[in-house]
């Protein structure tokens, strides 16, 4: 089937300012793909990621070089061979999804084996900060069931302390995004069990994590700037106890859903996780959601501005996509 491809650049400003350890932004620039075939029109969006080498113009020059595939007809299976996982080839595949969906009357949710779609609870990120700042911040997301907390290296004990007093009861996720180092990986990993954490994420650099496979991790441990599709789940095992699995980095959904199922299949926990983006990339997530541990995807939540229509959120419980937005 012919279709018109079209792209956006659009820019969504975040609330405050979100930190980690690379550095902090103020908007979300997200590039969107949307698909019309007659009257119907499937959208998808992406966040590129430099950590990854990408950009918003390299995003919109990759799609761009496959427009003449994509708008002859080109499926999901052969956008897998047309684009590389990344960023590019997750806005045109979630494009597809919702543009299947459009067509057939069908919901996406049903079309990728599911039943229904449960309401999911979120995790709420805490960006990096000193820790009377953290404290504050934990002590306004207090009532919040699951806190994810962005960590950053020297200091870290001093944030998670501060962090701990300021919501009590919420369990948390730590995030260190490559940060810590081998010489204090298990100082830290021990920190993180007195004050009761759940998982970390990403603690030592992609591709420099082998220390990891030699010592006791007192606490859940997962892959996250190492993980991208299913062909990286091998190198993964013995080293990590979890994937998180975001669309961003398997290049859509539905080679996501393909690397979420190897994975659970190898054992691993599964996190659904995502970039900071509206409610039209969370949509898509949602459907990881339903096989995650753990689940992290309050993007909108982080954000001045959402898409209308959005995504519904009540506290951190997030609901299913309505066919409005997606799928």
């Not at 960023?87 to 069908?106: Q, T």
Request: a negative charge; proline letters at 5%.
């Amino acid at each position: 089937m012919k279709v018109e491809l079209t792209l956006a650049v659009e820019a969504f400003p975040i609330a405050g300012r979100f930190v980690i350890s690379r550095g902090a932004k103020t908007e979300a620039r997200v590039v969107t793909a949307t698909l019309r075939a007659g009257d119907a029109l499937g959208r998808g969006e992406c966040v590129p990621y430099a950590r990854y080498g990408e950009s918003v113009e390299s995003v919109v020059a990759a799609i761009e070089g496959a427009r003449g595939d994509i708008e002859s007809g080109a499926d999901r299976m052969a956008l897998q061979r047309l684009l590389p996982a990344g960023a590019a080839r997750n806005a045109v595949d979630c494009a597809m999804w919702d543009l299947e969906a459009k067509l057939s009357g069908r919901r996406a949710y049903k079309a990728a084996g599911f039943d229904h779609l449960a309401p999911l609870v979120t995790a709420y990120t805490l960006s990096v900060g000193t820790p009377e700042e953290m404290r504050a911040a934990a002590l306004k997301a207090a009532d919040r069931p699951l806190l994810k907390i962005k960590l950053a290296g020297e200091g870290d004990e001093a944030r998670l302390a501060a962090v701990r007093e300021g919501a009590p009861h919420a369990r948390l996720i730590v995030d260190a995004n490559e940060a810590w180092r081998d010489e204090t990986l298990e100082a830290q990993l021990d920190a993180c069990a007195r004050f009761g954490v759940a998982l970390v994420e990403q603690p030592l650099p992609a591709g420099k994590d082998e220390l990891l496979a030699r010592i006791a991790r007192p606490i859940p441990v997962c892959a996250d700037e190492s993980a991208h599709e299913t062909a990286s789940l091998a190198a993964l095992r013995g080293r990590y106890d979890a994937v998180n699995v975001k669309l961003d980095k398997t290049g859509g959904l539905t080679e996501a859903l393909a690397m979420a199922q190897a994975a659970s299949k190898m054992g691993f926990e599964i996190m659904a996780g995502c970039m900071v983006g509206t409610s039209l990339a969370m949509a898509p997530a949602a459907f990881i959601g339903q096989m995650a541990a753990f689940v992290d995807l309050d993007g909108p939540l982080l954000l001045a501005r959402d898409r209308e229509p959005g995504l519904v959120y009540e506290g951190s419980t997030m609901t299913p996509p309505a066919a409005a937005l997606w799928g």
